[in-house]
Nanobody
Framework: QVQVVESGGGLVQAGGSLSLSCAAS???????????MGWFRQAPGKEREIVGT????????QYADSAKGRFTISRGNAKNTLLLQMNNLQPEDTALYYC?????????????????WGQGTQVTVSS
């Protein structure tokens, strides 16, 4: 059973930065290379949306338009970890942020391609 745990959320003022981390367990080190990972977010009353996704081997990333130029997704030194660096945060970035493990090696923005999800970590940006 694959488990996903996010950490690093919190409260920050507009213009500030936060770093989120995600650790997955339940797969072997070599298996993680075959699974893209992604960050999603969901604000109250809104649908879950992609923030960014990265290939299993970390050689390609794809971002939502709202994240481009401000957020950076990367695989950690440990193959089962995923990072999200968020800069110049704005109140509209306030949401519950989820980390997920995909069934595919290639990047995908479709939530239905992700088999394993964390419980989420709250990010709140004050104006």
């Amino acid at each position: 059973q694959v488990q996903v745990v996010e950490s690093g959320g919190g409260l920050v003022q507009a213009g500030g930065s936060l770093s989120l981390s995600c650790a997955a367990s339940g797969l072997t080190s070599s298996e993680y290379g075959g699974h893209a990972m992604g960050w999603f977010r969901q604000a109250p009353g809104k649908e879950r949306e992609i923030v960014g996704t990265i290939t299993g081997i970390g050689d390609f990333t794809q971002y939502a338009d709202s994240a481009k130029g401000r957020f950076t997704i990367s695989r950690g030194n440990a193959k089962n970890t995923l990072l999200l660096q968020m800069n110049n945060l704005q109140p509209e970035d306030t949401a519950l942020y989820y980390c997920a493990v995909s069934s595919t090696m290639a990047v995908t923005t479709d939530p239905s391609d992700y088999d394993y999800w964390g419980q989420g970590t709250q990010v709140t940006v004050s104006s």
